[in-house]
Nanobody, 124 residues
Framework: VQLQASGGGLVQAGGSLRLSCAAS????????LAWFRQPPGKEREFVGA????????YYADSMKGRFTISRDNAKNTVDLQMNSLKPEDTAVYYC??????????????????WGQGTQVTVSS
């Protein structure tokens, strides 16, 4: 499985940005894609996840209402729409794959493939 994240960049506080993660390779129905982020000097943290077939989503509490995950099965992509961005949202954002959608999880150890990350910088 290969994951390619894109869409990062520099945005002013209060602005919006849309990230995209393209999945390729041996992807099967029933898997989960998630977004994590790693702010400078901090540990990686969960943003949200979505199942591929059911479209169920799960967000970190701090992301609810501002961030939305969606999928495009035709393009084999999962997007992260980020609104009302804050300087503390500055981080490298990663997409990750888990070969199961029995339940959605924020545990990074349960994800088996990771994209290369895309930098998001929010200026104040």
């Amino acid at each position: 499985v290969q994951l390619q994240a894109s869409g990062g960049g520099l945005v002013q506080a209060g602005g919006s940005l849309r990230l995209s993660c393209a999945a390729s390779g041996r992807t099967f129905s029933g898997y989960t894609l998630a977004w994590f982020r790693q702010p400078p000097g901090k540990e990686r943290e969960f943003v949200g996840a979505i199942t591929w077939t059911g479209g169920s989503t799960y967000y970190a509490d701090s992301m609810k209402g501002r961030f939305t995950i969606s999928r495009d099965n035709a393009k084999n992509t999962v997007d992260l729409q980020m609104n009302s961005l804050k300087p503390e949202d500055t981080a490298v954002y990663y997409c990750a794959h888990r070969g199961s959608s029995i339940y959605l999880t924020k545990d990074p150890h349960l994800y088996d493939y990771w994209g290369q990350g895309t930098q998001v910088t929010v200026s104040s």
